[in-house]
Nanobody, 118 residues
Framework: QVQLAESGGGLVQAGGSLRLSCAAS????????MGWYRQAPGKKRELLAFITRSGTTKYADSVKGRFTISRDNAKNTLPLQMNSLKPEDTAVYYCAADRWGTGQWGSWGQGTQVTVSS
């Protein structure tokens, strides 16, 4: 199994920055792609960005140019740098992992709250 733990959430003013991180533990070698999701109250969970084991990244249009996903395979962490934050970025942010390249997000963290004030 894989355990994921997010950190770095908090309260920030619009235009500010936050850096989230996700620490992975357990069966690390089984992890293929990792990603970040968010869910705002009353809305569906939204995939923001993902990064493959080889480093290929993809972003949702809503965060492209503002958020940067990276992956530290040596430390087993998944940072998400968030810049130019907007009030509509307020949500609970989750990291997720696809084990063995199945295309399924089978492992999830507990989430971390990000609140952007106007």
């Amino acid at each position: 199994q894989v355990q994921l733990a997010e950190s770095g959430g908090g309260l920030v003013q619009a235009g500010g920055s936050l850096r989230l991180s996700c620490a992975a533990s357990g069966s690390i070698l089984s992890i293929d792609t990792m990603g970040w999701y968010r869910q705002a109250p009353g809305k569906k969970r939204e995939l923001l960005a993902f990064i493959t084991r080889s480093g290929t990244t993809k972003y949702a249009d809503s965060v492209k140019g503002r958020f940067t996903i990276s992956r530290d395979n040596a430390k087993n962490t998944l940072p998400l740098q968030m810049n130019s934050l907007k009030p509509e970025d307020t949500a609970v942010y989750y990291c997720a992992a696809d084990r063995w390249g199945t295309g399924q997000w089978g492992s999830w963290g507990q989430g971390t709250q990000v609140t952007v004030s106007s």
